[in-house]
């Protein structure tokens, strides 16, 4: 219990800076439900975290009907991520800046980290990632890697928000998160199978 509490706060605080401090600076999109997240920020100024929970409703909706367990253990996932993300957000990270190609790498791994951290104790941060970890048990794949893919579709549907400078560097954070993840939960239950 203590292993798993300590590898949620650690894999949300994780992810919270990589957003705050390397996505917002260069105006990257990130994959998955926070990327749409971040599509919203970007074209509203709304806040990435509370949107990231409203638009995994649907998401655990069909979890309670088919994969409870990944729904209680994702809750405390997607509920945390998105407050610190949220209240990062009011340090004003993006303000302590890399160039873009290195915020968009480094961001992208700690995301990658974050997100594999909870993937090891059955935790994910909802959404998509939660869509991905009931595929990969029902398939028997690798989680890391259906959350890439996820990920991709999610930024190239973000295109007309973002320049094709930022849709560069967006799929390179995706595939520095998906690597991350990928390296994170290779000893996990579940193998790749493609």
């Not at 219990?1 to 800076?17: A, D, E």
């Not at 957000?89 to 980290?113: E, Q, V, Y």
């Not at 094709?164 to 199978?193: C, R, Y």
Request: glycine content about 10%; some cysteine; overall charge neutral.
């Amino acid at each position: 219990m203590i292993k798993t509490l300590l590898y949620l706060i650690i894999g949300c605080l994780i992810i919270g800076v990589g957003i705050n401090m390397f996505f917002v600076s260069y105006h990257l999109l990130d994959g998955g439900i926070i990327g749409l997240g971040l599509i919203a920020h970007y074209l509203w100024g709304t806040p990435v975290g509370i949107t990231f929970i409203v638009i995994s409703i649907p998401i655990y909706l069909y979890a309670w009907k088919y994969y409870r367990s990944f729904l209680y253990n994702s809750l405390a996932g997607l509920l945390l991520s998105a407050v610190f993300i949220d209240w990062l957000s009011l340090f004003k990270l993006h303000t302590i800046t890399t160039d873009p190609l290195t915020s968009a790498l480094l961001g992208g791994t700690l995301l990658g980290i974050g997100v594999g951290l909870m993937f090891r104790v059955d935790i994910s941060t909802g959404g998509l990632d939660l869509l991905a970890q009931m595929t990969a048990k029902k398939m028997d794949w690798n989680v890391g890697i259906l959350v890439f893919i996820f990920d991709l579709l999610v930024v190239f549907a973000g295109l007309a928000t973002i320049t094709w400078d930022e849709l560069i560097l967006s799929v390179i954070a995706v595939a520095a998160t998906g690597a991350a993840t990928i390296l994170m939960t290779l000893s996990s239950p579940q193998k790749v199978h493609v």
